[in-house]
């Protein structure tokens, strides 16, 4: 018989077992918030107002008036203009998983609804799709739409959220960048409001293009907006950059945006904005 005895299992040895899908884990102060608390405050962190990437779908369910929204050319999707095939596996692969996984044909849905009774045209990138990225559908989404909000005669609202143009498609993606300003030059000639609401990450040919050209530019706290990444323009500069750099609101004190909102004020923010609006043109 051993000298020694296995020691009783007590509250303090046993492990404490949580359930998955219960915690997150905030990306920016660390710190273990429930799962449930995070969602009831918009996917926001309690804890220091982080706000998390969130779908293409669930922004229109914040920004929209519940049941208003009717989705635009959802039968769009890509195809393989130059038969990309990297190391890996083909395009068209690619976008096969991506569509599995989102259950969106594009990284973008564009459609027209109502804010506070308002009627609006809106586009919404999901950048769990493909990065977010702009190649020739998306770029084609977001001209129909805003070329409907010239119809219709009605704001449009572009929700950004992209690491850039997708290089699969080449030059049929960098064409999308003026194909798209174009559209928007034309919807500000006819006098249409256009407001750009950037959220984290919206960078490259997104940003290069229609991301800031709104009226109104709007930036969700904390959101990573720019043209190429920090570590691209330290190396190229040569110089280390500012610990905000190109955060939401570092842009907005170098006038780069017009506003930064938080999550829970935004569809209120952008109802009186498009008041604010059609007061003026009535004065006109």
Same mark, same amino acid.
């Given at each position: ?145 805003? *070329? +409907?909000?010239?119809? &219709? %005669?009605?704001?449009?609202?572009? @929700?950004?959220?992209?690491? /850039? ?96 909102? *938080? +999550?829970?004020?935004? &569809? %209120?923010?952008?109802?009186?904005? @498009?008041?604010?609006?059609? /007061? ?5």
């Amino acid at each position: 018989m051993a000298w020694f005895k296995k020691p009783r299992e007590t509250t303090r040895t046993k492990k404490v077992r949580i359930p998955e899908g219960l915690w997150v884990k905030c990306e920016n102060c660390k710190e273990i918030v429930y799962k449930k608390e995070v969602e009831k405050n918009l996917q926001v962190c309690p804890k220091c107002n982080y706000h998390f990437r969130i779908s293409a779908i669930e922004r229109l369910n914040l920004l929209l008036d519940p049941d208003t929204f009717e989705e635009m050319d959802a039968n769009l999707f890509p195809l393989d203009p130059l038969g990309f095939n990297d190391a890996n596996k083909p395009y068209p692969e690619k976008l096969k998983e991506y569509q599995e996984k989102t259950k969106l044909k594009e990284a973008v849905i564009t459609g027209e609804g109502l804010i506070k009774g308002h009627s609006v045209v809106v586009a919404a990138m999901d950048f769990s799709f493909f990065g977010g990225s702009m190649g020739s559908v998306v770029g084609e989404k977001i001209t129909r739409a805003a *070329e +409907r909000a010239i119809a &219709k %005669k009605v704001p449009f609202i572009a @929700i950004t959220a992209s690491g /850039g143009a997708r290089m699969q498609e080449g030059m049929f993606s960098l064409m999308q960048m003026a194909k798209v300003s174009q559209a928007i030059a034309r919807l500000k000639d006819e006098g249409i409001l256009y407001i750009t609401i950037l959220c984290d990450p919206t960078f490259g040919g997104v940003t290069a293009s229609f991301a800031m050209l709104g009226d109104i530019i709007i930036a969700e706290p904390k959101s990573l907006i720019g043209f190429a990444g920090p570590r691209v323009i330290e190396q190229t500069t040569k110089q280390q950059l500012p610990e905000d750099f190109q955060r939401a609101e570092f842009l907005l004190s170098h006038g780069f945006v017009d506003v930064v909102v *938080e +999550r829970k004020e935004l &569809k %209120k923010t952008v109802a009186l904005l @498009i008041e604010l609006f059609a /007061g003026n043109k009535e004065k006109q």
